[in-house]
C-alpha cells in the first residue's frame, strides 16, 4: 500500500510540474500554437505587399502585381532563423532594362553597403539586409506600368531568390 501511494505521489508530482512549466513559458511569450501564415495582401490593397524569406533562399513568391500610380508599401520578412552575416536578405525592385546577373554581381561586393552597389542608379527601392526574424518594410511610388525584377541582392541569392514586380 506504501508504495502504492508513494507511486501515485511521484505521477502526480511529474504531472503537476510538466503542466507548471508550459503554463510559465506562457507568461513568458511563448507559444505552443502554430502561426497562421502571412497574408499575401494586406487590408484588400494590392499595393501593400508581404513576402517571406527563409533559411532555404527561397522568397515566396515569384510575382507581385500592384497598381500603377498608387504609393506601394514591401513588408519583408525573414522566417527562418540564421544569422544575417550567414543568410541575409533584402528585396531590390531593379529599373526596367537592368541587368539582374550584372547587378548581382556587383552586389556582391558591396558589403558595406548591405549589397547595394554605393551611387548606383539601377534601383528603385531596396529594404536594408535582415536576418532570421526580423522584417523591414519599405515604401515608395508604384512605377510606370511595365514589368520589373526584383531580388535579393545577398551574394549568390539572386541566382533564385527573384521574380517579377508587374505594375498594372
Not at 7 to 14: Q, R
Not at 62 to 85: C, P, Q, S
Not at 95 to 117: C, E, H, M, Q, T
Not at 138 to 164: N, Q, R, W
Given at each position: ?110 558589403r558595406a553597403n ?43 541569392h539572386y541566382a ?9
Amino acid at each position: 500500500m506504501k508504495a502504492i501511494k508513494i507511486i501515485f505521489l511521484a505521477i502526480l508530482s511529474i504531472s503537476m510540474v510538466a503542466c507548471g512549466g508550459k503554463e510559465e513559458k506562457k507568461k513568458k511569450g511563448f507559444s505552443y500554437e502554430k502561426k497562421a501564415s502571412t497574408p499575401e495582401k494586406v487590408e484588400n490593397n494590392p499595393n501593400n505587399v508581404v513576402i517571406t524569406a527563409n533559411d532555404a533562399m527561397a522568397f515566396n513568391k515569384k510575382e507581385i502585381k500592384v497598381e500603377a500610380g498608387k504609393k506601394v508599401k514591401i513588408t519583408l520578412r525573414h522566417i527562418g532563423k540564421m544569422d544575417i552575416n550567414v543568410m541575409g536578405h533584402n528585396f531590390v525592385l531593379l529599373k526596367n532594362g537592368v541587368d539582374l546577373i550584372a547587378f548581382g554581381n556587383s552586389a556582391a561586393s558591396a558589403r558595406a553597403n548591405n549589397y547595394i552597389p554605393k551611387g548606383t542608379k539601377e534601383v528603385i527601392a531596396h529594404t536594408k539586409l535582415i536576418g532570421g526574424g526580423e522584417t523591414a518594410v519599405i515604401e515608395f511610388d508604384a512605377p510606370v506600368a511595365g514589368t520589373y525584377d526584383f531580388l535579393c541582392s545577398f551574394p549568390g541569392h539572386y541566382a533564385i531568390m527573384k521574380g517579377k514586380f508587374i505594375v498594372e
